[in-house]
């Protein structure tokens, strides 16, 4: 079988798969709210309301159909792309919080994704180049502690120096309050800001991000510090490499041109995948930094028991990482001529 015919297979059951994935991801969410403690018509009225306002409600609401009617008219929903209304936000639809929302968090997925790709390449380059030495070590070690350190803990600690002692970086909001935030298509300020070629709006957009990409982007950098100090020192042992040194080549030109560029093809597998999961678990961060993205809606929702909300969510973010999934491993295929499916 051919490389592109393998590959079109291989699509081709990946998307046939991604929609058994996703069922199952928001029948357990389904299952799993339904389960925990807590009513969601207490956290609307309270728990002293009325019974019979409470059970007005819940019929109203669907509640109080049977657990497998209420699956059934949840998936019907799907099916139609209907994600639900809010329970607890004056009928307001899941999508139009996810348009209110996402871009906030995409902003800040995108900006701690590049903190932790250029940290943690930049430091996992150099502990390879040096086997064996205390900077080896040290690249280690940073991997280590970046794994094991609270988000919760490190951003409060950044929050306390940076923004409380020191007052160089604010902290509670996405944008100044006495400024009008930047209009756009996008929703993501510092593109609508660049769109409208408003240089104020801009620096104060990347102002407001520096210090929850800086704890986002510093504790994920240690994925791709481990990644790329174990293949670059695969890479650098390779015959091509020792056939460069032969030759007298520098040795840094032989690690930045020569070994660095192939060490880098898994770590695309690993970008686009923590970007996808970034995007649902930044919820420490935006919780944290009092965010206004789409994780921190997330955790209000659970938090409100509002079941629409968190399913259509969950449904939202399972699908971005189905498709991500999906297209990193074509661009993989494209980028590796080796890889086969």
């Not at 968090?105 to 150099?126: D, H, K, R």
């Not at 309050?177 to 408003?198: F, I, K, Q, R």
């Not at 420490?284 to 993205?293: C, D, M, N």
Request: proline share 6%; aromatic share 10%.
């Amino acid at each position: 079988m051919s490389r592109s015919a393998s590959l079109r297979n291989y699509v081709l059951a990946r998307l046939l798969l991604a929609p058994l994935m996703i069922w199952t991801i928001i029948t357990l969410v389904f299952l799993l709210l339904r389960a925990t403690p807590g009513d969601p018509i207490d956290a609307l009225l309270g728990s002293r309301a009325p019974e019979a306002a409470k059970e007005a409600l819940r019929s109203q609401l669907g509640l109080d159909a049977p657990l497998w009617l209420q699956y059934i008219r949840y998936l019907g929903d799907l099916l139609r792309l209907d994600l639900g209304t809010s329970l607890s936000s004056q009928g307001q639809t899941v999508w139009q919080i996810i348009a209110a929302h996402f871009p906030a968090t995409v902003e800040l997925t995108l900006g701690g994704l590049l903190v932790a790709a250029v940290v943690g390449i930049t430091i996992g380059a150099i502990a390879a180049s040096r086997p064996n030495s205390a900077i080896d070590a040290g690249g280690r070690l940073f991997g280590i502690l970046t794994y094991a350190v609270p988000m919760y803990w490190f951003g409060m600690i950044l929050q306390l120096v940076f923004a409380v002692q020191l007052r160089w970086f604010p902290i509670g909001t996405r944008f100044p309050l006495t400024m009008a935030p930047p209009a756009g298509p996008t929703g993501l300020y510092v593109v609508d800001s660049l769109l409208h070629a408003n240089l104020a709006q801009c620096l104060t957009a990347l102002y407001y991000l520096v210090l929850p990409c800086l704890t986002l982007g510093i504790l994920i950098s240690g994925i791709f510090e481990r990644m790329v100090r174990v293949n670059l020192k695969q890479t650098l042992r390779a015959d091509y490499v020792e056939a460069a040194r032969a030759r007298g080549i520098p040795e840094r030109r032989i690690v930045v041109v020569h070994a660095l560029k192939n060490a880098l093809i898994p770590v695309i597998t690993i970008l686009g995948l923590t970007f996808a999961s970034m995007l649902g678990g930044a919820v420490l961060t935006e919780v944290t930094f009092s965010w206004p993205g789409l994780a921190n809606r997330l955790y209000e929702a659970i938090s409100q028991r509002d079941y629409p909300v968190v399913q259509g969510l969950m449904v939202f973010f399972a699908a971005i990482v189905a498709l991500m999934s999906i297209l990193i491993d074509v661009l993989n295929a494209y980028i590796d001529p080796r890889i086969r499916y």
